[in-house]
T-cell receptor
Framework: DAGVIQSPRHEVTEMGQEVTLRCKPI?????LFWYRQTMMRGLELLIY????????DSGMPEDRFSAKMPNASFSTLKIQPSEPRDSAVYFC?????????????FGDGTRLSIL | SQKIEQNSEALNIQEGKTATLTCNYT??????LQWYRQDPGRGPVFLLL?????KEKRKERLKVTFDTTLKQSLFHITASQPADSATYLC????????????FGQGTTLQVKP
């Protein structure tokens, strides 16, 4: 079975440019999560969706970040304009249901470097 | 605020020994704790889940315990192998028990042959 698919795997761009990260969740999973991982802060939840609807975006750092889920098989995380402090690994994950007893399935991430 | 804390120092052990990793939670009482493995350049992979009313859970060479008095979970790998070298993350939902997970910083395990 295909897991969570993220693209691109690596992105290097200059400060001020728009960055778009993409995610395809596991088919049939109702929940989709976007995380950011850094050495300093670990794995932080940015936003999550249930049935394509954003439920909690309290982790989104600022207005430069936006996320959409136009359908059940695709989501994007956009940063505009990008800044060097946005450099991190961004993960997408999906799960079948909500609740603390549900494992999350992660993609292999996008390593983002803003110069 | 609700926190999950893991020992940030790397754990180095000899092949064949048992590795024990610690996860402490503060300011809430989760009904479940999850453990994940993360290899360099890869996303976390789910390993085990334990419920608060389960004292212990096993899966092959892995064992997880949940002590609600100490507010702690221990993750054991018996007969460790170099292939077990990775970062192990503890996670739990917040007090609202939604799909939102709080992750610890992770503990890096290095098993030496």
């Amino acid at each position: 079975d295909a897991g969570v698919i993220q693209s691109p795997r690596h992105e290097v761009t200059e400060m001020g440019q728009e960055v778009t990260l993409r995610c395809k969740p596991i088919s049939g999973h109702d929940y989709l999560f976007w995380y950011r991982q850094t050495m300093m802060r670990g794995l932080e939840l940015l936003i999550y969706f249930n049935n394509n609807v954003p439920i909690d975006d309290s982790g989104m750092p600022e207005d430069r970040f936006s996320a959409k889920m136009p359908n059940a098989s695709f989501s994007t995380l956009k940063i505009q304009p990008s800044e060097p402090r946005d450099s991190a690994v961004y993960f997408c994950a999906s799960s079948l249901n909500s609740g603390g007893n549900q494992p999350q399935h992660f993609g292999d991430g996008t390593r983002l470097s803003i110069l | 605020s609700q926190k999950i804390e893991q020992n940030s120092e790397a754990l180095n052990i000899q092949e064949g020994k048992t590795a024990t990793l610690t996860c402490n939670y503060t300011n809430y009482s989760p009904a479940y704790l999850q453990w994940y493995r993360q290899d360099p350049g890869r996303g976390p992979v789910f390993l085990l889940l334990i419920r608060e009313n389960e004292k212990e859970k096993r899966k092959e060479r892995l064992k997880v315990t949940f002590d609600t008095t100490l507010k702690q979970s221990l993750f054991h790998i018996t007969a460790s192998q170099p292939a077990d070298s990775a970062t192990y993350l503890c996670a739990s939902h917040g007090s609202s028990n939604t799909g939102k997970l709080i992750f610890g910083q992770g503990t890096t395990l290095q098993v030496k042959p």
